[in-house]
């Protein structure tokens, strides 16, 4: 699978921003999909991920309530919104898919396939 992630940018604290992700490949509907963020100096963390239905999501306890992820399965993309921004959110982000089909989401990064990252910056 060939996952392509856009929509990073230099934004201010309090704005938003939305970063899509198009999915390569045959059986999307088939695979939850996740988003997740590595800073420099730190270890990849889980920001979110969502179910093969769009039934089921998680999200980081960092993010909840200011983060949105959905999916479109007619255009095989994934979308993380991202509201009331902070500083702290400043990232390389990366859309990521379950190496498996058919599992729910889970917060492991071993258990995804990555693309490329899309940068978020957020000044003070």
């Known amino acids: 699978v060939q996952l392509q992630a856009s929509g990073g940018g230099l934004v201010r604290a309090g704005d938003s921003l939305k970063l899509s992700c198009v999915a390569s490949?045959?059986?999307?509907?088939?695979?939850?999909m996740g988003w997740f963020r590595q800073s420099p100096g730190k270890e990849r963390e889980f920001v979110a991920a969502?179910?093969?239905?769009?039934?089921?999501?998680d999200y980081a306890e960092s993010v909840k309530g200011r983060f949105t992820i959905s999916r479109d399965t007619s255009e095989n993309t994934i979308y993380l919104q991202m509201d009331s921004l902070k500083p702290e959110d400043t990232a390389l982000y990366y859309c990521?898919?379950?190496?498996?089909?058919?599992?729910?989401?889970?917060?492991?990064?071993?258990?995804?396939?990555w693309g490329q990252g899309t940068l978020v910056t957020v000044s003070s």
């Open positions: 969502i179910s093969w239905t769009g039934n089921s999501r």
């Open positions: 490949g045959p059986n999307f509907s088939r695979y939850t």
């Open positions: 990521a898919r379950r190496r498996t089909s058919l599992q729910p989401p889970a917060r492991g990064p071993s258990l995804y396939a």
